[in-house]
Every structure is written in C-alpha cells, then in structure tokens.
C-alpha cells in the first residue's frame, strides 16, 4: 500500500509540475507579443511625429518664400507725363507714380518755397538733369497691407533694369513728400533719367519685392 501512495503522490506532482511549466511558458509568450506590440506602437508614434514636423517645416519654408514674391504689372505709356501702377507683396501695397520732374526741397528752403518735394532724408541724385526730356520723378507709395496705413520707416531701395543695355541703376531712394500735401504723402524715390526702352522697375520693402515692368517710347 505505501508503493502505491508513492506511486500517486510522484504521479501529482509530476503533473503539477508539466502545468506549471505550461502556465510559465504561457506568460512568457503572452508577454513578448505584448513587448512586442508595445515596441511597434512606439515606432509608428515616432514615425508620425517626424511626419508631421516635417510637413510643419514645409509649410514655414512655403510662407517664408512667400515673403518675396512679386507681382509684376505691365504698361506701355507715351512721354510718361503721369503714370500710375499697382503692385502687392505680402505684407505691403505698392504704387509706382512717375511724373516730370520736382523740384527736391531741404527743410530751409520749404519757408519759402511754393511747390516740390521735402526731403526727410537721403540725397539727390547727381546723374540726373533737370532740363532734359527724359528725366521723370519716379516716386513708391508704400502702405500696409492690413492697415492701408502709409509705411514711412522700413528700408525700401529701388533698381532699373535697362533691358536694351542690359544694365542695373540703383535709385539714390530719397524719402520725401509733397510740400503742399504734407507728411501724411510720404514716399520713396528720386528725380531719375529714362531713355526710350524697356525697363524692369524693382521695388524691394523691408526684404519684400514688386516688379514694375514698362515700356518708355518719347514722342
């Protein structure tokens, strides 16, 4: 009788022990396919972060080139007596005025004077005569976007490109404005020289720039 209760009891825990190996080996695969469920997760979270930072990257590039983008507007004109165009950048309303040419006043001399553009700064240019016919006041109206308020205090410079030289003149830009309209008519520009041609006006505001492109036939 006592072999037989061996007999059993080696037999149980012979049992107990094939369940407990099966249990552990249960768990352990369990907990694999959860680590490795749990690794995949937070590769696909990784892979959608660099995702999206890339697409934010793409976007601040987009608005930054936004920044100098151009718009170009064309006109033909004859003797340029008065002449008006229009252009916007992002952040600026630009209108290109070109006119015979002013008289350019310092402070001293608006006592006496009767007409001419003030100037608040910069230098008249020394190419440039009075007495011919193809000399013309070239002024840039510069106004917020937003506000329409006029834009007196950003960096503004101004080239001509002569198309049938091929040649680029950097405008002395003076900012001035009308004795007779006030500060409120501040501009950018300069009494200027323009042969008949085809010209490309450029007009770059605080790293923002508009394209003024013209034909000048004299008559």
Do not use: C, R, W
């Not at 080696?10 to 680590?35: D, E, M, R, W």
């Not at 309209?181 to 923002?208: C, M, Q, R, W």
């Amino acid at each position: 009788m006592a072999e037989q209760s061996n007999g059993i009891t080696k037999s149980l825990v012979l049992i107990v022990a094939i369940i407990l190996i099966i249990l552990v080996g249960g768990a352990s695969y369990f907990y694999t396919t959860y680590q490795n469920s749990t690794m995949t997760t937070a590769q696909t979270n990784s892979t959608m972060t660099t995702g999206q930072t890339i697409s934010s990257n793409m976007t601040v590039s987009t608005s930054a080139n936004a920044t100098t983008l151009s718009t170009t507007t064309n006109v033909t004109t004859s003797n340029l007596s008065t002449l008006k165009q229009n252009a916007t950048t992002q952040d600026y309303h630009l209108t290109l005025q070109l006119s015979p040419p002013a008289q350019m006043l310092s402070m001293n001399q608006t006592v006496t004077a009767t007409s001419g553009e003030v100037m608040v700064s910069g230098q008249v240019s020394n190419t440039t005569s009075m007495n011919t016919t193809d000399t013309y006041l070239l002024e840039v109206h510069v106004y917020n976007i937003t506000s329409g308020a006029v834009v007196t205090n950003q960096n503004v410079s101004i080239q001509i490109i002569n198309h049938t030289t091929n040649q680029t003149l950097t405008v002395p830009v003076i900012v001035m404005y009308d004795l007779k309209t006030g500060p409120s008519d501040t501009h950018f520009g300069n009494n200027i020289t323009l042969p008949a041609g085809s010209y490309t006006i450029k007009v770059t505001v605080a790293g923002e720039t508009a394209k003024f492109n013209i034909n000048v036939t004299n008559q």
